[in-house]
């Protein structure tokens, strides 16, 4: 008879029965631990928010009719725009003609020209721009409505993108630039150069660009003359940045005005507001103000009537 059985059973009955497994009681929560948890939880979070597909601007152009453009890609709408009425800019007759005819076409699907509107500081240049799209708008449907887009002096290197974003949309685009100028080796003109005219692209047929200066090429006068001085070609040294304010079409002069437009703008806005006062008193009162600021301006009609109504007590209501 074999033996290998036996031994066998002889080491499976010497073997111990094995003890049942015993769970460990769940350790208590920290406030270390969940701390850091939640901190964990929050990190995880913020990475999906980021990787998430961000919306489409584009989608919500039918909300409002202005935008300010953020160079991450972002247009942040501006549901009341600070503005006067059209009416109310003196002294700027034939520009405010001009552009309203231009804004006009465009908005009909006409062609029209990109805008500078250059000169004296104060006399209504962005104001014009922004009340001539408002004007455009007051009897169009919504479909048919003019977008205001306002992109900052800094931000114009992102302009390319800005116009990939609007080429493609149902709506005509005022994309606007207040006070625009280049100083010292800022490189960001070539950017507007593109989109202007010579780029492959070129400007979108729905968008048109109007931009505000001091300055009708859009460099400083000193920065001419050294170029001009420094280069061994004086002529083509400053030829590709004064040609940057030939790519528009359309240049509108603004000029100081005169004593009687000064006074007339006063007037106005003190009409609009409902303050009375005799014509006698305005205009010594407003001639005064405009001496201790040292200039006759638009803007300075404007704060002059914003001092008067604070004396007076008439609250403002015509931005």
Not at 99 to 108: G, S, V, Y
Not at 225 to 234: D, G, H, L, V, Y
Not at 259 to 279: N, P, R
Request: proline share 5%; net charge positive; charged share 25%.
């Amino acid at each position: 008879m074999s033996k290998k059985p036996r031994k066998t059973a002889a080491k499976a009955a010497s073997r111990k029965p094995a003890r049942p497994a015993t769970k460990r009681p769940p350790q208590a929560l920290t406030d270390g631990n969940a701390e850091r948890i939640a901190s964990a939880l929050e990190a995880i979070a913020a990475h999906l928010s980021a990787t998430a597909p961000a919306a489409n601007p584009a989608d919500s152009f039918g909300a409002t009719d202005a935008f300010v453009w953020h160079p991450d890609g972002r247009l942040s709408p501006v549901p009341r725009v600070s503005r006067v009425e059209l009416f109310l800019l003196k002294g700027i007759d034939r520009m405010r003609d001009i552009l309203m005819e231009n804004t006009e076409r465009f908005a009909d699907g006409l062609p029209a020209n990109n805008a500078l509107l250059w000169g004296a500081r104060g006399m209504g240049k962005s104001s014009l721009v922004k009340a001539t799209h408002a004007s455009i708008n007051l009897e169009r449907k919504p479909a048919a409505r003019l977008k205001l887009i306002e992109i900052h002096r800094e931000d114009i290197e992102s302009l390319p993108a800005l116009m990939d974003l609007l080429r493609g949309s149902s709506f005509h685009f005022i994309v606007f630039c207040d006070d625009l100028s280049f100083d010292g080796n800022d490189a960001s003109y070539k950017s507007l150069k593109a989109v202007l005219e010579g780029g492959i692209e070129g400007r979108p047929e729905n968008v048109i660009l109007y931009a505000t200066s001091n300055r009708r090429h859009l460099m400083a006068r000193e920065m001419i003359e050294n170029e001009r001085s420094t280069a061994i070609n004086p002529g083509e040294a400053v030829e590709e940045k004064v040609s940057l304010s030939d790519r528009f079409g359309l240049w509108l002069g603004f000029h100081r005005c005169s004593q009687d437009e000064y006074l007339a703008m006063v007037k106005g806005y003190c009409s609009h507001l409902g303050i009375t006062l005799t014509d006698d008193e305005l205009e010594r009162e407003a001639l005064e103000w405009s001496t201790t600021r040292g200039s006759r301006s638009g803007r300075v009609a404007w704060q002059f009537t914003q001092e008067l109504a604070g004396r007076l007590g008439v609250r403002l209501a015509a931005r």
